[in-house]
């Protein structure tokens, strides 16, 4: 499949690996590279901007192909140093990054002078517009599906793909609920240049994170996430557990919520502990309406081919014969 987007970034399949928090590292941003995708390490997983550095080394240790890295502005418990950050990136020779949250807009300069690729997430299409003006060079469309924050508009991806495909000149990629060759020719159809996935990412045999997490977005159904956040304008997309019930339970009493009542809940450190040792009920920790579509554990190479492959014939035999026309053989 040859798109604006593989022409772009130099990459085999429009399959782009969105940056997660404590689950973007070298293991995966290197395995969904190598089988032909773009991964992307998460700049703020690592506790310091020189660890970020070790970890981009690391990650060419592991793979000779394009990769990116993700920089996300939101609010934090901790205050980050996002400019050191952003200058190790580019001293390190990343020629992809994926921005989030805030408006990149101050850090375009630099990352435009390295000959760095800017590919904005954006929950609308107004901030999508706006990204193209300002200089972005690939929008992630993120719809309500999507796991971490969606926003506060909540327009699912039916509505912003169309608008986006109408309305923007760059390419774009197709971000949130997306897990399989459905969902790729559908975004293909609809207008985007590739999908952004994450969640589904994350139940690889090389995510590094514990084995139970990947069984239960296995066990998962499309009922499985809930909003939080939405008091405080910060909504984020996250699986439900116990701590989540909790925080909601707060979010829902009368008046404006505080975030130092929820603060010890949903600190990140808490989230990264799930993870590694897979105690479901610890943390946060993000996941997409995607979950639904999960059913097993896959390597990278396995899910990309079987998402390409499913995509193509969707396309070259029952789109075919839908619109009438000849229905070509698939190698
Ligand atoms: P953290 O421990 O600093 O905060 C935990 C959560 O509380 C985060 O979702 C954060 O956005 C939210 N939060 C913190 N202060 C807040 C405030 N004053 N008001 C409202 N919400 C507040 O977060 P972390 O787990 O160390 O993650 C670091 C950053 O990365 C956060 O901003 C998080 O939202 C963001 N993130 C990034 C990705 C990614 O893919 N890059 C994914 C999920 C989250």
């Given at each position: 499949?040859?798109?604006?987007?593989?022409?772009?970034?130099?990459?085999?399949?429009?399959?782009?690996?969105?940056?997660?928090?404590?689950?973007?590292?070298?293991?995966?941003?290197?395995?969904?590279?190598?089988?032909?995708?773009?991964?992307?390490?998460?700049?703020?997983?690592?506790?310091?901007?020189?660890?970020?550095?070790?970890?981009?080394?690391?990650?060419?240790?592991?793979?000779?192909?394009?990769?990116?890295?993700?920089?996300?502005?939101?609010?934090?418990?901790?205050?980050?140093?996002?400019?050191?950050?952003?200058?190790?990136?580019?001293?390190?020779?990343?020629?992809?990054?994926?921005?989030?949250?805030?408006?990149?807009?101050?850090?375009?300069?630099?990352?435009?002078?390295?000959?760095?690729?800017?590919?904005?997430?954006?929950?609308?299409?107004?901030?999508?517009?706006?990204?193209?003006?300002?200089?972005?060079?690939?929008?992630?469309?993120?719809?309500?599906?999507?796991?971490?924050?969606?926003?506060?508009?909540?327009?699912?991806?039916?509505?912003?793909?169309?608008?986006?495909?109408?309305?923007?000149?760059?390419?774009?990629?197709?971000?949130?609920?997306?897990?399989?060759?459905?969902?790729?020719?559908?975004?293909?159809?609809?207008?985007?240049?590739?999908?952004?996935?994450?969640?589904?990412?994350?139940?690889?045999?090389?995510?590094?994170?514990?084995?139970?997490?990947?069984?239960?977005?296995?066990?998962?159904?499309?009922?499985?996430?809930?909003?939080?956040?939405?008091?405080?304008?910060?909504?984020?997309?996250?699986?439900?557990?116990?701590?989540?019930?909790?925080?909601?339970e707060i979010e829902s009493r009368p008046g404006?919520t505080?975030?130092?009542d929820?603060?010890?809940?949903?600190?990140?450190?808490?989230?990264?502990?799930?993870?590694?040792?897979?105690?479901?009920?610890?943390?946060?920790?993000?996941?997409?309406?995607?979950?639904?579509?999960?059913?097993?554990?896959?390597?990278?190479?396995?899910?990309?081919?079987?998402?390409?492959?499913?995509?193509?014939?969707?396309?070259?035999?029952?789109?075919?014969?839908?619109?009438?026309?000849?229905?070509?053989?698939?190698?």
């Amino acid at each position: 499949m040859q798109t604006r987007l593989t022409e772009m970034l130099g990459i085999k399949h429009p399959i782009v690996q969105g940056g997660m928090q404590w689950v973007g590292l070298a293991e995966l941003a290197s395995a969904v590279s190598n089988a032909g995708g773009l991964g992307i390490l998460t700049a703020l997983t690592q506790p310091t901007p020189e660890d970020l550095e070790k970890e981009i080394r690391r990650c060419r240790d592991m793979t000779d192909k394009p990769f990116g890295v993700n920089l996300t502005i939101l609010p934090t418990i901790k205050p980050v140093p996002y400019e050191e950050y952003a200058r190790v990136i580019i001293e390190s020779g990343i020629k992809i990054v994926e921005t989030a949250g805030r408006n990149p807009e101050p850090f375009l300069p630099p990352y435009k002078a390295a000959g760095i690729t800017v590919i904005h997430k954006c929950t609308s299409i107004r901030h999508s517009l706006k990204a193209e003006r300002i200089g972005c060079d690939v929008v992630s469309v993120d719809g309500f599906e999507c796991a971490g924050h969606p926003g506060e508009d909540d327009i699912t991806n039916f509505i912003l793909l169309p608008l986006a495909a109408r309305k923007l000149s760059i390419p774009f990629l197709a971000s949130g609920g997306f897990g399989d060759g459905r969902g790729l020719a559908a975004a293909l159809a609809l207008g985007a240049d590739g999908i952004n996935m994450g969640t589904r990412f994350m139940a690889t045999q090389e995510a590094p994170i514990h084995d139970k997490v990947k069984q239960a977005m296995v066990e998962a159904s499309e009922l499985d996430t809930a909003l939080i956040y939405r008091t405080l304008r910060n909504t984020a997309r996250v699986f439900r557990n116990d701590i989540v019930e909790q925080v909601l339970e707060i979010e829902s009493r009368p008046g404006q919520t505080n975030f130092e009542d929820i603060r010890e809940l949903v600190k990140g450190v808490r989230g990264r502990e799930v993870y590694s040792k897979g105690d479901l009920d610890r943390g946060v920790w993000s996941a997409g309406m995607v979950v639904g579509l999960i059913d097993d554990v896959p390597t990278c190479r396995e899910l990309l081919d079987r998402i390409v492959g499913e995509a193509e014939t969707i396309i070259a035999q029952r789109l075919a014969q839908v619109s009438g026309g000849p229905i070509h053989e698939l190698a």
